[in-house]
């Protein structure tokens, strides 16, 4: 089991960054594809950014292609979501979700193949 603890959300203007951070527990944070998605009230809650377990594949959605950029540390449990050009329309809550894989090159893009969920940050863009 996982506990993710996301950090690093707050108000910025268009055109501006946040780095978020998601702090994983546990001894075995390799073994999870890790990813980031979003959610405005009243809205489903929509897929970001993922990372393989071995941080070695990456995908992001068309919205944030070029302009977000997902890492890991595993030696660190972290994973980042390294956030440039903020758009008013990327303002939502930013969740951390972890899924187990045994395959080091996959991802996954659905929320619901994720297990584990973090409590979420707020990222708020002023135009």
């Known amino acids: 089991q996982v506990q993710l603890v996301e950090s690093g959300g707050g108000l910025v203007q268009a055109g501006g960054s946040l780095r978020l951070s998601c702090a994983a527990s546990g001894r075995t944070f390799s073994s999870y594809a890790m990813g980031w998605f979003r959610q405005v009230p009243g809205k489903e809650r929509e897929f970001v950014s993922t990372i393989s377990r071995s941080g070695g594949s990456t995908y992001y959605a068309d919205s944030v292609k070029g302009r977000f950029t997902i890492s890991r540390d595993n030696a660190k449990n972290t994973v980042n979501l390294q956030m440039n050009s903020l758009k008013p329309e990327d303002t939502a809550v930013y969740y951390c979700?972890?899924?187990?894989?045994?395959?080091?090159?996959?991802?996954?893009?659905?929320?619901?193949?994720?297990?584990?969920w973090g409590q979420g940050t707020q990222v708020t863009v002023s135009s």
């Open positions: 979700a972890a899924r187990r894989t045994n395959i080091g090159s996959y991802y996954y893009i659905d929320k619901n193949d994720y297990n584990y």
